[in-house]
């Protein structure tokens, strides 16, 4: 079935210069580019996107982490895109991702892990309206 999913490269991978290279990798994959922005977000809008996790011990690091600079927001395309990304993604820890995948081949971090996909698709619809107002319904 065909999914729309949203795509966060996290400030990491903006400072690293490797938008180029993940971005590749999920047109390499045969996901479709449907919506693109760098953007800087501020702590309301960080809050509201990681809602789920507010209250978690690891979540101040991570706002101050999210909010340090531009990262570009992308909704991709494409069947099954949320698992799929979620797959070239990796496991959360970057020491832990498989090789072969995006976490695994590029981050060493359980925090600056360069990625971020919606996780079901009720998560991808609230964050696609949030991040791309005009894409929603
Ligand atoms: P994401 O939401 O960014 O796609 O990542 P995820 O589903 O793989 O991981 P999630 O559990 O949703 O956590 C969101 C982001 O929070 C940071 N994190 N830090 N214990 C920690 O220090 C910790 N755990 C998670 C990571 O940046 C993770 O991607
Ligand atoms: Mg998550």
Same mark, same amino acid.
């Given at each position: 079935?065909t999914q729309?999913?949203?795509v966060?490269?996290?400030?990491?991978a903006?400072?690293?210069?490797?938008?180029?290279?993940?971005?590749?990798?999920? $047109?390499?994959?045969?996901?479709?580019?449907?919506?693109?922005e760098?953007?800087?977000?501020?702590?309301?809008?960080?809050?509201?996107?990681?809602? $789920?996790?507010?209250?978690?011990?690891?979540?101040?690091p991570?706002r101050?982490?999210?909010?340090?600079?531009?990262?570009?927001?992308?909704?991709?395309e494409?069947?099954?895109?949320? &698992?799929?990304?979620?797959?070239l993604?990796?496991?959360?820890?970057?020491?832990?991702?498989?090789?072969?995948?995006?976490?695994?081949?590029?981050?060493?971090?359980?925090?600056?892990?360069?990625?971020?996909?919606?996780?079901?698709?009720?998560?991808? &619809?609230?964050?696609?309206?949030l991040?791309?107002?005009?894409?929603?319904?």
């Open positions: 079935m729309r999913t949203l966060l490269l996290k400030p990491d903006v400072r690293r210069g490797l938008v180029g290279e993940i971005l590749s990798r999920f $047109e390499a994959k045969g996901l479709a580019l449907v919506a693109l760098l953007r800087t977000i501020d702590a309301a809008q960080a809050d509201a996107h990681y809602a $789920e996790h507010v209250e978690r011990d690891f979540y101040p991570l101050t982490f999210v909010t340090s600079g531009p990262m570009l927001a992308a909704v991709l494409g069947d099954e895109a949320i &698992e799929v990304v979620r797959a993604n990796g496991a959360t820890d970057g020491r832990k991702a498989a090789p072969g995948t995006i976490r695994g081949d590029l981050s060493l971090s359980n925090r600056e892990n360069l990625v971020h996909g919606s996780d079901s698709p009720e998560s991808a &619809e609230r964050e696609i309206a991040w791309f107002p005009h894409l929603a319904g």
